[in-house]
């Protein structure tokens, strides 16, 4: 397997379809085996993703990204995740781990009529709304002074009844992240992101900034006699399957029957409205 990020000085660059390089990782065994840093040597979404193409890249990571290179890509056949930030090194181990967010498009105001490609840098493009004041690249997807930082943060989840599902205080250790990074889903980040060490907040999150809404494509069957192992899962079990490029996919058994099993991939919190108390516990520069 082949990642690409859109690369700048070590860190995620801000936007897809202004990047001049990518460093590209070569992943073997759910592990990274070398990486190196390739120039574009042009512009434009459509350039890029054929650029990817012919550097046999199966996945990109980018900030922020807009409906036209997420059709150029997908196109090309190449995975989007979208809005990282941060160092790229630990996007890709955030990539691998499966824990990296994939936000979508993230850059709005650039659509499939319109694109602020042909515009020089400072000046306005007079078909988005207000004006994008030289185009949306270098503008991190989540806004503040601790983005790009390793954080540490303790944090206490409910559900709306008050059950709690997690909590850092009860395993006696923060948890630690880059914020903007991906790592976290977009409304924890969110609220880091300008947060003061020793401040305590509490947010309520929609599904839309926490794992989503659960996606009916992420449910599939497969016959038991080829998956070596499945005669003995039940109905419940939480089970990891791996993928052609040896990541692990963490998977719920949602059926069962006598000759088929059905998973589902969606995240056990899709759908769910969340609170979180966070503390912040320390910023490391």
């Known amino acids: 397997m082949r990642i690409a990020v859109a690369y700048e000085d070590g860190m995620v660059f801000q936007h897809f379809g202004h990047t001049e390089q990518f460093k590209i990782y ?3 065994d759910g592990g990274v085996v070398s990486a190196e840093v390739i120039g574009t040597g042009g512009t434009g979404h459509e350039a890029l993703a054929s650029f990817l193409k012919d550097h046999s890249v199966d996945a990109v990571i980018c900030g922020a990204v ?14 989007m995740c979208a809005g990282a930030a941060g160092s790229a090194d630990q ?7 499966g824990e990296l967010v994939d936000t979508g498009v993230n850059c709005d105001h650039h659509d499939e009529a319109h694109s602020c490609g042909g515009q020089e840098d400072g000046e306005a493009c007079g078909g988005c709304p207000g004006g994008c004041h030289g185009g949306c690249h270098g503008m991190p997807m989540i806004e503040g002074r601790n983005v790009g930082k390793t954080c540490r943060t ?10 709690q599902f997690d909590s850092s205080y009860d395993r006696g250790e923060p948890l630690e992240f ?4 991906g790592m976290m889903i977009p409304g924890f980040d969110a609220a880091v992101a300008n ?22 494509n992420a449910v599939f069957t497969i016959d038991i006699s080829e998956l070596p192992g499945a005669e003995h899962a039940s109905v419940g079990d939480r089970v990891y399957l ?11 058994v949602a059926a069962k029957d006598e000759t088929t099993i059905t998973f589902d991939a969606n995240h056990e919190m899709a759908g769910k409205e969340l609170n979180f108390q966070i503390e912040l516990v320390e910023v490391l520069e």
Not at 66 to 79: D, V
Not at 154 to 163: E, K, P, V, W
Request: with cysteine; charged share 20%; aromatic share 8%.
């Open 195 to 216: 947060m003061d060490v020793g401040q305590s907040v509490q947010i309520h999150l929609m599904p839309s900034e926490a794992y989503g809404e659960a996606d009916p």
């Open 242 to 252: 791996q993928d052609m490029y040896g990541r692990q996919i963490p998977v719920r």
């Open 154 to 163: 303790h944090y206490r989840g409910t559900f709306n009844d008050g059950t």
């Open 26 to 28: 070569d992943v073997a």
């Open 178 to 181: 880059v914020c903007g990074a």
């Open 91 to 97: 996007a890709v181990a955030a990539y691998l781990r």
């Open 66 to 79: 807009g409906s036209g290179a997420q059709a150029a890509l997908a196109e090309q056949g190449i995975e």
